[in-house]
């Protein structure tokens, strides 16, 4: 079906149909995939949550949860062997002496009550081999970090481990599910390059997982894009970004927030999934989102065929779109209406919204045996917010950002300083919208709430619950509906209601699009925008992500350790850092252009 | 490409792979929360389907059951075996319920006061719930129902007195872990009072836990009510009582094993099926949270 790579493929997947049962209902998650690995490459495979990419890597491993009653159709082999026929003693074989993994999360994913060393020498080698590789994937003073338990390492340095691990037994293929996402922008850099360090000295392949476009180009020598079970287009990684073949990959790109995204547009959003799925089964799984939708693609699914590119030289490149691709190329081109902004905010700006001087915060952890230093979470933060003002506050975890916002909310109490805050209040959006709205009660019960002490009457309140929901974009019926039936763009969109149904003074948002897909995020951040030009509210916008914070807000204020390091107008830090650590941040956003 | 489905194989993970959550589990257990309600429904309507008064002797003397007229025999005065141990199990069974109930109200109260307000309250309701917790429950018990009087009512005060501790502990700690979740703090952001907080914001999240902890309970109040029976803490002598009924014969093993073992195999199916459809609950309810 596709063209032969010239070496034998590290792994082997064709038609792949991987169906699996949730509660009785059984869904495709993979849907006739056909891909290979080729020695020493490293596959970046993206799509979004949902898309399939991760069962994927599961399948790969021969590691579907039996729980969810595993339908496999199709082959995939790894080191020549069937990973899903096989036998158990074969596959644990290929297990053994041909994979690694490296999970998203390494605290769950490494042993708690083991010494990483053992860890790492369990199933190869002994310690002086546990020093070796701990030593290869970059960490400093091994030989003290084989006798500590991972609780005892920060994230960046856990990974590494599970890198060691992964490494440990010379693989042909590793598989990296999103190695990461849990980490600070600065960190991830690091770890993208030992990465590519250990295939170049390893010769291995490597299967990288990621919902980031931006991670993949800054590793992947090929990059395959999956969307619902289904590959959209599949090729080399610079070709895929600068020359995006598929509506899907297009969307994706454009949905991406990046520090050179048009400030005074409406941030670019993909249509979300409002079909239902047995419309979203026939024909091209995008075509319900599309916006280049023909009838075939709601009929046929297309097969992946060679793009026609200009150098023919690189590894083919693949797409699966009826559309010509010239249509594709000038859905890339189309631009965006300006974002609409808040008239002149003539208030009485003789009251700051927000004041917040010479703030301190102690955390004393409670210990038995130990008695734990205490942590200084703030040390001495003064910030003056204006009203109608939108400041973004950035920093990486740790930095004292969201304690910074918990005490302005009022749910901290400082150990020290004075905070004011204006009349109307504070309200918060946080970063888990699913969490914050509590599950048993519905909608229409968690926005009424905020209207009882109003003592508005049944008809206005209901009246204003729907013109709320109405202008947040979401239908009235949801609110006889209870959070977790909702998606997570929803449930943060019901959270932005909550918040605004009574215009607050001040807009606290703690990185209210940071679980979220790129086009939702860019759509909550669009919302967040219209709703403070409709109200005008203040925002105080909190984000680990420069590209996010430069369109969210008018000022910037980088912290970095409890206390703020730098602040000022957004376009003069972005263009000129003042400080250091602004610098790093700035260095560390992924951008498309590969480094190589 | 011919797409032909072909489920993994058990085996391979089995060993692994829990069978929790599947469909033929699932049956199982509403099958056993079935028998839970049918349990009561028996306890319900005792009176209206014991076919004779468990009091009057009316047949013949120790009976084998299979006896035309008396389907669980007769006792050594002629009363109808399977007409006590209907009485017995009403009885047993609603005083089981009223023990969890009062432990589940007054443990609740105590456990949601401690866990909402924190501090120093919580710390004097724990301690003094530890105080109860580590004295010897069924011996207190004992002890408060024989100073006030052999009989039911007396019984169940006294196992009531030591019974409630476990669940001020459960709800106290769910209650703490709810207070300190996301929701909680975003409802006080809105604006929501203190009462309705507590009763809209996190106790309706501490129901199920309560109500598998209570579920799995009753049990062993069904067993130490029929050991307290046994020994003569219940109802005095003509009142059918499964535990005093299996002491009372116990003379009879031998000669008449049926007597004193129906009314026991009654005690052992009771808590039985209080303990599995208890288990049954608690699977029902984490499949759906």
């Known amino acids: ?596 | 490409m011919t797409i032909t489905d072909d489920p993994i194989l058990r085996r391979r993970f089995g060993r692994f792979g829990g069978g929790s959550g599947t469909g033929a589990s699932t049956s199982v257990n509403y099958a056993l929360v079935g028998l839970l309600v049918l349990v009561t429904l028996l306890a319900v309507f005792a009176r209206v389907l014991s076919p004779d008064d468990p009091i009057q002797p009316i047949g013949d003397l120790n009976a084998p059951p299979g006896s035309p007229d008396h389907l669980l025999g007769t006792d050594a005065i002629g009363r109808d075996l399977l007409s006590r141990t209907l009485w017995g199990i009403q009885t047993s069974w609603f005083a089981a319920l009223a023990v969890v109930a009062s432990g589940l109200f007054i443990g609740g109260l105590i456990g949601v006061v401690a866990g909402v307000s924190g501090g120093l309250i919580d710390s004097l309701l724990m301690r003094f719930t530890d105080l109860f917790l580590a004295l010897p429950g069924t011996l207190v018990a004992i002890a408060i129902a024989a100073s006030l009087g052999a009989n039911l009512t007396n019984t169940l005060i006294g196992i009531s007195v030591v019974w409630w501790p476990y669940y001020a502990r459960i709800v106290r700690g769910e209650v703490r872990s709810l207070a300190a979740r996301p929701h909680v703090e975003a409802a006080k952001l809105a604006g929501v009072g203190w009462f309705r907080l507590v009763f809209r914001h996190i106790l309706p999240g501490v129901v199920p836990t309560a109500i598998v902890a209570a579920s799995l309970d009753i049990g062993n109040v069904v067993l130490l009510l029929a050991g307290l029976s046994f020994i003569g803490l219940g109802q005095a002598e003509p009142a059918p009582e499964l535990g005093a009924d299996t002491a009372r014969a116990l003379d009879q093993l031998l000669a008449q094993w049926w007597v004193p073992v129906v009314p026991g195999i009654a005690v052992l199916l009771l808590s039985l099926i209080a303990n599995l459809g208890g288990d049954a609950i608690r699977t029902l309810l984490a499949g759906r949270r």
């Open chain 1, 1 to 596: 079906m596709t063209a032969a790579t010239p070496v034998s493929p590290v792994a082997q997947v064709s038609g792949l149909t991987i169906t699996l049962s949730r509660r009785g209902t059984a869904t495709q998650v993979i849907r006739g995939l056909d891909l290979q690995i080729a020695p020493g490459e490293i596959l970046g495979l993206v799509g979004e949550s949902g898309s399939g990419k991760s069962v994927l890597g599961l399948a790969l491993l021969g590691l579907l949860p039996t729980r969810s009653q595993p339908m496999i159709a199709g082959s995939i082999q790894v080191a020549d062997t069937d990973m899903v026929r096989g036998s158990a003693a074969a596959i644990r074989a290929v297990l053994r002496h041909h994979l690694g993994v490296i999970f998203q999360d390494p605290m769950t994913s490494l042993n708690p009550t083991m010494r990483v060393g053992a860890q790492i020498s369990e199933v190869h080698g002994d310690e002086a081999e546990a020093i070796r590789l701990l030593s290869e994937v970059g960490v400093s003073d091994p030989e003290l970090r084989v006798r500590v338990f991972p609780h005892e390492l920060s994230g960046g340095l856990r990974q590494r481990v599970m890198a060691a691990i992964a490494v440990s037994g010379k693989p042909s293929l590793i598989i990296a599910d999103e190695p990461t996402t849990a980490l600070d922008v600065t960190v991830q850099a690091q770890l993208l390059d030992m990465l590519r360090d250990l295939r170049d000295e390893l010769g291995c392949s490597v299967l990288f997982i990621t919902h980031d476009l931006a991670v993949a180009a800054q590793i992947a020598d090929r990059i395959a894009v999956l969307y619902a079970g289904r590959l959209a287009e599949i090729g080399p990684a610079r070709d895929v970004l600068t020359r995006p073949t598929h509506p899907y990959t297009v969307g994706l790109l454009k949905s991406r927030l990046t520090l050179a995204t048009a400030r005074a547009e409406v941030l670019p959003t993909m249509r979300p999934e409002a079909a239902g799925v047995a419309l979203r089964l026939g024909g091209c799984p995008y075509h319900t989102r599309c916006p280049l939708v023909l009838d075939v693609c709601r009929a046929e699914v297309p097969e992946l065929t060679v793009a026609p590119l200009e150098n023919a030289d690189a590894a083919p490149h693949l797409r699966a779109c009826w559309r010509d691709l010239a249509d594709v190329r000038g859905l890339a081109a189309h631009h965006e209406p300006p974002v609409a902004q808040s008239p002149a905010l003539a208030r009485a700006a003789d009251q700051p919204a927000v004041e917040v001087t010479g703030l301190e915060v102690t955390f004393r952890p409670k210990s038995g045996a130990r008695r734990a230093a205490p942590v200084l979470a703030l040390k001495g933060v003064d910030l003056t917010v204006e009203p109608g003002e939108a400041v973004s506050i950035v920093g990486e975890s740790g930095s004292g950002k969201s304690t910074l916002l918990r005490v302005i909310a009022g749910i901290l109490a400082p150990t020290a300083g004075t905070v004011r805050v204006g009349e109307a209040g504070a309200q918060m959006v946080f970063q888990d919208a699913g969490s914050s709205l509590t599950p048993w009660l519905t909608v229409g019960e968690l926005l009424r709430e905020r209207l009882r002490p109003l003592k508005l009457g049944r008809a206005v309140t209901t009246t204003r619950i729907d013109n709320t929901l109405d202008r947040i974009g979401l239908p009235p019926e949801v609110a006889r509906v209870r959070p977790p039936e909702l998606s997570g763009g929803q449930r943060q969109r019901v959270a932005l209601a909550r918040a605004t149904i009574i215009a607050p003074a001040v807009l606290l948002c703690d990185e209210p699009t940071s679980a979220l897909d790129a086009s939702l995020a860019a759509t909550v951040l669009n919302l967040i925008r219209e709703l403070r030009a409709e109200l005008r509210m203040t925002v105080l916008f909190v984000t680990h992500d420069l590209a996010v914070a430069r369109l969210m807000g008018d000022r910037i204020v980088v912290m970095t350790r409890g206390t703020i390091v730098e602040t000022g107008a957004m376009a003069e830090v972005i263009a000129a850092p003042g400080h250091p650590y602004t610098r790093t941040l700035l260095a560390a956003v992924p951008e498309l252009e590969a480094r190589r």
